[in-house]
């Protein structure tokens, strides 16, 4: 079995929609934050996760629960997620939706 075989095998890679990754309406660390929703999701197979703003901040190197905030904001506002407060000190409830038709309607006009 070769490396790359290995590393997918194992779950250490994630396949981003090239429609994400090339958005214009998205700040580089909005991606980097719906791709670390995306590797939980996959993780477990689900579309929602139950997480705190410091887990996510984690993965994304040490940033602070504001500047999550400020990013899962931005997801919810272009409708990648769907964000809910489960209640004081209980975890957040983050659902992966579809990728909106904007995105892909801005990552086909690339082309044209």
């Known amino acids: ?8 095998d194992a779950g250490y890679w994630i ?30 197979g689900k579309r929602t996760i139950y997480s705190y703003y410091g887990f996510f901040g984690m993965h994304m190197g040490n940033l602070g629960e504001d500047a999550v905030g400020k ?18 000190g209980r975890p ?8 909106p038709s904007e995105f892909q309607d801005e990552y086909l006009s690339m082309f044209t």
């Open 71 to 88: 990013y899962m904001k931005e997801l919810r506002t272009n409708g990648l997620v769907r964000w809910k407060q489960n209640g004081i």
């Open 15 to 44: 396949a981003v929609p090239k429609a994400i990754i090339s958005s214009q309406r998205l700040s580089a660390r909005a991606k980097e934050l719906y791709c670390v929703l995306l590797s939980l999701c996959d993780q477990h």
């Open 92 to 99: 957040n409830s983050i659902t992966l939706r579809p990728i």
């Open 1 to 8: 079995m070769d490396f790359m075989q290995n590393i997918r």
